[in-house]
């Protein structure tokens, strides 16, 4: 581990003054913007180690009961940064055309699981597979629906129909009956609202002439309204996430527009049933065994996306409490095949999910308890309180702008604290459900007709939570006559509370309003 260290600090060191052997695609390329990105991470930390310092250091510890949540939640996001920035320290990327395919010719299964999509959506996914451009493939629609009119598709369309006796174990079930009654050497995986390229095959296959590779996820794009919304296209994991979990063997399945090595699924016992969904605890699996997989950054496939933000927040709740789950009961760093860096980069996943749905409602709490009971528990002046926290907030800004090549931003922030109800419910769902899997239905991605009672349920929180931001504004002007920057700085922190959380309350209350 001290040797590996002591490694990785001399590749750093040389890689900034650039006499680093650069072998990696775009490595030496990107080099000044990783390095831009490492640096201002450094000085991230230690901004940040200092602002808690200080506020331990100058809390008022009558005020107990909100001071060890308030530091806690500072502690809790420290950590979150630290394993997000391991996560984007250096990144991994591949040529757009891939490799190529060296003598080997494999027979490719191209598997479409069905469960009571359209049938018109189904129909343009099998067109879309048929048009394919290699020759040794062999197209099978997984109907778990039992659907007579997608087992005629399959017959006018000539490809190949497995309908499942029984339907245990969702998507992965079906998945490992197809895998149990099929013989080719590699499959890929399309969803069904998937359109594939014809260029698909071609682009990955021959990563698998590496033996042991076990999968190769390609970037997934989808139909989204203008201005993406509800941040459905998922920008920064696809661009900047996946390649960075690649650097360290550790780019996940998303379960479609994904090629696996049927030998890889064999060796491991198939296709997971652990979760919900698959495709992260089958990724686990394959790399605690030693294999390796590959993120190709190229886009192949064109899919749909939730309309609205209640289909969202389930699609949303379901990737959370996989990912919790794993995190509380099968934790990656208790795997002894995974290396440190793939146990911190599985762990990132579920620890996101617990930051922001149990810490993050204390920083919208905080302001609005400060601005009714006129107290606070950090003690000193306003200067000096900006001098420690703004350098912090200033660098960390920076910091991730650089690192997601800009594609972070306060809207991104908007999208996943604004789910913080639904990670908050989903994390104690996953922490009651260690041996039982939750209930889990397959996200209808077109909007459904929902009454405003019910998008109002979906958003209470948010609303409770900004009606009493409103209120303590008005209150603090109304009551704090002494102490300016008391009131100042709550009200600014009090108003970044409603601009985080609006966009999600608008979205459930009227979503047609933000998507024209």
């Known amino acids: 581990m ?17 006499r680093k052997d650069y072998k990696r695609y775009g490595e030496k390329q990107r080099r000044k913007g990783r390095i831009a990105g490492q640096i201002f991470t450094m000085a991230v930390g230690l901004a940040a180690g200092y602002y808690l310092i200080w506020c331990v250091q100058n809390t008022q510890w009558q005020y107990w009961y909100m001071a060890v949540p308030f530091l806690v939640t500072e502690s809790a996001f420290l950590l979150l940064f630290l394993l997000w920035a391991n996560v984007l320290w250096n990144k991994r990327y591949h040529r757009p055309q891939g490799p190529p395919l060296e003598k080997k010719d494999f027979a490719v299964d191209i598997f479409i699981p069905v469960c009571g999509e359209p049938i018109e959506v189904i129909e343009r996914t099998v067109s879309a597979a048929l048009s394919i451009d290699y020759n040794n493939k062999k197209i099978y629609l997984l109907d778990d629906d039992e659907n007579d009119a997608v087992e ?19 998507k992965a079930g079906n998945l490992n009956y197809a895998l149990k009654h099929t013989k080719g050497d590699l499959i890929l995986a399309i969803d069904a609202d998937q359109v594939a390229k014809p260029e698909i095959i071609h682009g990955i296959i021959g990563y698998f002439t590496l033996p042991k590779i076990a999968f190769v996820q390609t970037k997934q794009t989808f139909k989204l309204p203008k201005g993406d919304p509800w941040g459905n296209g998922d920008e920064v994991f696809y661009n900047v996430m996946q390649p960075g979990k690649d650097y360290d063997n550790a780019a996940i399945s998303c379960g479609s527009g994904v090629m696996y090595r049927r030998t890889a699924l064999e060796s491991i016992g198939g296709f997971s049933t652990w979760n919900m969904v698959e495709d ?27 309309e609205d933000a209640i289909t969202q927040s389930k699609q949303r709740w379901q990737w959370a409490v996989d990912s919790l789950r794993m995190f509380l009961w099968d934790n990656p760093l208790a795997k002894k095949g995974l290396t440190f860096y793939q146990k911190l980069q599985y762990f990132h996943f579920g620890y996101h999910y617990a930051a922001f749905g149990l810490f993050l409602p204390v920083f919208f709490i905080m302001p609005i308890w400060a601005l009714f009971t006129h107290k606070f528990m950090l003690q000193e002046p306003f200067w000096q309180y900006f001098i420690a926290r703004f350098p912090y907030l200033l660098l960390y800004l920076i910091s991730n702008r650089i690192t997601t090549d800009r594609l972070h931003s306060f809207k991104t922030f908007q999208v996943q604290a604004g789910l913080f109800a639904v990670y908050f419910n989903a994390f104690f769902v996953a922490l009651l459900s260690k041996k039982n899997i939750p209930q889990y239905t397959v996200t209808l991605k077109a909007a459904e007709k929902y009454g405003f009672l019910q998008r109002l349920y979906r958003c209470l929180p948010h609303v409770i939570i900004v009606i009493m931001s409103l209120i303590a504004i008005v209150y603090g002007f109304m009551t704090i006559k002494n102490d300016f920057w008391f009131l100042v700085i709550n009200i600014v922190w009090v108003s970044w509370t409603i601009a985080v959380l609006w966009r999600f309350t608008i979205l459930c209350l009227w979503p047609k309003l933000l998507s024209k």
């Open 280 to 306: 992260l605890h089958t990724s686990m699996r394959f790399h605690n065994n030693g294999w390796r997989s590959v993120y190709h950054q190229e886009s192949y496939t064109e899919g749909t996306s939730p």
């Open 152 to 170: 005629k598709l399959s017959k006018k369309n000539g490809v190949g129909y497995i309908r499942r006796p029984t339907h245990e174990n969702r």
């Open 2 to 18: 001290i040797k590996n260290m002591k490694q990785k600090i001399n590749d750093w060191l040389n890689d900034v003054t650039g």
